[in-house]
């Protein structure tokens, strides 16, 4: 299913705490309400992208922009992830404009927001947040900061499973590899081109071993379900492109380089580059 990534904003008024919401204008959900925001564009950040979307609906500056919730929703035809920011109207900006995409704008007191006809994928986040109080909204923000600094911490290339599935690479002679090589499909962590071999260094965490069937998170657990989902669907389709194409896909997981396992699995890997390169042995 496609993914479609967005951010939204959340801006309070400073004087009474009321939260500004928009009335869609367009389309088959037409009169439904949301909170203004739009598409991550390829090189933003959710952050950048809600800043950006608040300037060109609205025509306001706002600051103080805070990662508070993340909504998972499936919709008939896509996957919605959206991002939503809590933020205020900077001192020097203009007072929000509806645009020609939007049949009403309205700030609304929090604890009303549950009265008004919200688009699916946000009926929950608005629960929570006509709810909070203010230790709750504090809460939610906290985290999501410690939610984000988590995955922030999650490094794509030169971990320490990597590196050591590269040292054994090495010993055996095996080098001329090349290091998230995208032009194969997937971005492998480790590509052999001439022999066509691909090689996945994954985290069992974030790709959801088979082996050592890592736990689920218990909060925010829908959140975490599809971001998972997400991975996994990922990885199955770059093992499906690279079949498809010719290449030898291997993958090697976190648990399967421990002290007990690292000879045997490497020792398997190693043989499988080996017979995928024929007379181009290193």
């Given at each position: 299913?496609?993914?479609?990534?967005?951010?939204?904003?959340?801006?309070?008024?400073?004087?009474?705490?009321?939260?500004?919401?928009?009335?869609?204008?367009?389309?088959?959900?037409?009169?439904?309400?949301?909170?203004?925001?739009?598409?991550?564009?390829?090189?933003?950040?959710?952050?950048?992208?809600?800043?950006?979307?608040?300037?060109?609906?609205?025509?306001?500056?706002?600051?103080?922009?805070?990662?508070?919730?993340?909504?998972?929703?499936?919709?008939?035809?896509?996957?919605?992830?959206?991002?939503?920011?809590?933020?205020?109207?900077?001192?020097?900006?203009?007072?929000?404009?509806?645009?020609?995409?939007?049949?009403?704008?309205?700030?609304?007191?929090?604890?009303?927001?549950?009265?008004?006809?919200?688009?699916?994928?946000?009926?929950?986040?608005?629960?929570?947040?006509?709810?909070?109080?203010?230790?709750?909204?504090?809460?939610?923000?906290?985290?999501?900061?410690?939610?984000?600094?988590?995955?922030?911490?999650?490094?794509?290339?030169?971990?320490?499973?990597?590196?050591?599935?590269?040292?054994?690479?090495?010993?055996a002679g095996?080098?001329?590899?090349r290091l998230?090589?995208?032009?194969?499909?997937?971005?492998?962590?480790?590509?052999?081109?001439?022999?066509?071999?691909?090689?996945?260094?994954?985290?069992?965490?974030?790709?959801?071993?088979?082996?050592?069937?890592?736990?689920?998170?218990?909060?925010?657990?829908?959140?975490?379900?599809?971001?998972?989902?997400?991975?996994?669907?990922?990885d199955q389709?770059?093992?499906?492109?690279?079949?498809?194409?010719?290449?030898?896909?291997?993958?090697?997981?976190?648990?399967?380089?421990?002290?007990?396992?690292?000879?045997?699995?490497?020792?398997?890997?190693?043989?499988?580059?080996?017979?995928?390169?024929?007379?181009?042995?290193?």
């Amino acid at each position: 299913m496609k993914v479609v990534h967005v951010a939204a904003g959340v801006i309070r008024r400073a004087s009474d705490g009321h939260v500004l919401v928009a009335q869609r204008g367009y389309g088959s959900m037409a009169g439904l309400w949301e909170f203004p925001g739009g598409k991550v564009e390829r090189g933003e950040s959710a952050q950048e992208t809600c800043a950006r979307e608040l300037a060109e609906e609205l025509k306001v500056t706002v600051t103080d922009l805070r990662a508070c919730y993340t909504v998972e929703h499936d919709y008939d035809d896509f996957h919605l992830s959206m991002e939503c920011f809590l933020c205020e109207l900077a001192d020097d900006s203009p007072q929000p404009e509806r645009n020609d995409n939007q049949q009403d704008l309205r700030w609304v007191a929090r604890e009303a927001l549950p009265k008004l006809d919200w688009m699916p994928a946000d009926v929950e986040f608005v629960g929570r947040l006509a709810t909070a109080d203010a230790d709750a909204l504090e809460g939610m923000i906290k985290r999501r900061h410690d939610s984000r600094h988590s995955m922030q911490g999650n490094k794509r290339a030169d971990t320490k499973p990597e590196m050591l599935v590269r040292r054994r690479l090495r010993a055996a002679g095996l080098t001329g590899y090349r290091l998230q090589w995208k032009k194969a499909p997937g971005r492998p962590d480790i590509a052999f081109p001439g022999r066509k071999v691909a090689i996945f260094v994954n985290g069992c965490f974030w790709h959801r071993c088979p082996h050592c069937h890592p736990s689920m998170p218990k909060r925010n657990t829908a959140f975490w379900e599809a971001k998972f989902a997400r991975n996994v669907a990922r990885d199955q389709a770059a093992l499906a492109a690279l079949d498809e194409q010719g290449w030898t896909a291997i993958t090697i997981w976190e648990c399967q380089l421990k002290k007990d396992k690292i000879d045997q699995t490497m020792d398997t890997v190693i043989n499988m580059v080996r017979a995928a390169g024929g007379a181009k042995r290193a």
